[in-house]
């Protein structure tokens, strides 16, 4: 489909992470000007040429903020308990704040036992149970990334979201669940009626036609056609699929033609969740300190 039938107005990520990023390195800078040096850990298992470069990525950007960020690499033929023993020493390490392992581990590892491991205070994805059972209560701990960067969004590009009709399509524990969470919580960036819809539901394309903003969480590549839009809804893409590098996303292009407002098909929720990764780890390095 060409561009130039696009009516919608884009809503870029890239400058909620900037705006997001900027904050993040004022506390640091205060953090150290305190004398604490906000450390964010990480942990790759195995060899996957991918993962190491996200690792780097996140690395550089770590070091760019001011983080220190120590770093262990598993082999691939690292055991269970091997991890847990990583995770464990930086549980114990008072100067490290928040720990990420890098998504996804080997095949014969399980990464939600070793999520469970990690203490939740260090949780800088915000998927530990405990996190999950905190944003249930409204109570205070890190969130998950994608759905804290989906909520920052569209208050960055002042979508209302406060008392509006939002329609989630998938309820998986990383996207659709905490975000149907986070966007009927009590603040005035949320506060929506939330409506979450899956493969139980056979006629999915009911719910999502009423949506003032649809927010697609499946992670099959374009299950949402403009068909299933309500003209002039915000639409949101935060499922995606890769093929290789090839980024396949859930909403068709051809959306923007029926849509009001709409993340680009690059660019638009992930950038936020990296960002909302180092605010994470910044704001547990503020706990740690007791500054908030
Ligand atoms: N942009 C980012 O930065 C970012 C970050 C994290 C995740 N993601 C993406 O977000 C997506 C969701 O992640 P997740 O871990 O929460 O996913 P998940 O656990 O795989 O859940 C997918 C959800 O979509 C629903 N679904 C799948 N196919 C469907 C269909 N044909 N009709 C209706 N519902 C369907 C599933 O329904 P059932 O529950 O009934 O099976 C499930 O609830 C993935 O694509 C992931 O890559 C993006």
Redesign the pocket.
Known sequence: MSSSGTTARLLPGGPVAERVLAEVAEDVAALRAAGVTPALATVLVGDDDASAGYIRIKQRQAAELGFASPHVHLPASSAQADLHRVLEDFNADKDVHGVLVQYPIPGHLDYDRALQVLDPDKDVDGLHPMNMGRLALGLPGPLPC?PA?IEALLAFHGVPVAGREVVI?????????PLAMLLAQKRPTANAAVTV????VAD?PRYTRRAEILIA????PG?IQPEHVRPGAVVVG????YEGRRLLP?VDESCAEVAGAITPRVGG??PT?VAMLFRNAVLAARRAAGLS
């Open positions: 994608t960067g399509l998938g309820r998986g524990a990383t996207l659709g669940r819809v899956h493969t139980g999915w969480a499946a992670g099959v299950i935060g499922g995606v699929r859930d929720v992930g969740t």
